[in-house]
Structures are given as C-alpha cells and as structure tokens.
C-alpha cells in the first residue's frame, strides 16, 4: 500500500484531521508544530507515513488518548479513500496486537 499522491488531487484528511485536533489538544498542537517546523514536507510523504507522523506521533507524544470518529468515508468511491480506510483498519489492527 505505498501510494503517494502529488498536486492538487493529493488527500488531505490527514493534514485537516490534524489541523482539528490542534484545536482541541494544545500539547498536541505543540508536537505537531515541532514536527512541522523539522518537516515541513510530511504531507507529500506516503500516506501511511502522514497517519504516522501527523496523527499518531504527537498523540502519543502529548500523552493524549483519543477516540476519533469518522463518519462515512466508507461510502466514498475515490481511491484515496478507500487507500485511507484500508490504512485505518490496518493501523487499528497493528496497535491492538502490540
């Protein structure tokens, strides 16, 4: 599942996931602006990669426990989507088996 996306077709639902809970969780805005300001250029990483490093590094690093819920991307039809929820299920299985 390697797939980088470039331009301006290039998902976004990690950088805007991550854009939202830095409105929630200021440690979590804290982490992310450090990661951004070293790399700025993660968004054009694999989208594995974003999940990683926008989402589940500064979760982890501010201590935050967190349920997010998203609603409906199943029922989208483009590739990214599907991509993202197939990293999603993978992700959550991976974390649950360590």
Avoid: W
């Avoid at 490093?53 to 599907?82: F, T, W, Y």
């Amino acid at each position: 599942m390697l797939v980088r996306f470039r331009g301006p077709k290039r998902p976004t639902f990690f950088p805007t996931l991550a854009f939202q809970l830095t409105h929630k969780y200021s440690d979590f805005r804290s982490h992310l602006i450090s990661l951004l300001r070293s790399n700025p250029d993660v968004v054009d990483e694999l989208l594995y990669n974003q999940m990683e490093r926008l989402i589940v590094e500064p979760l982890q690093s501010a201590d935050i426990s967190a349920v997010i819920l998203i609603d409906a991307l199943d029922e989208c039809s483009d590739e990214p989507s599907s991509i993202i929820c197939d990293l999603l299920r993978v992700g959550t299985a991976c974390r649950a088996n360590s």
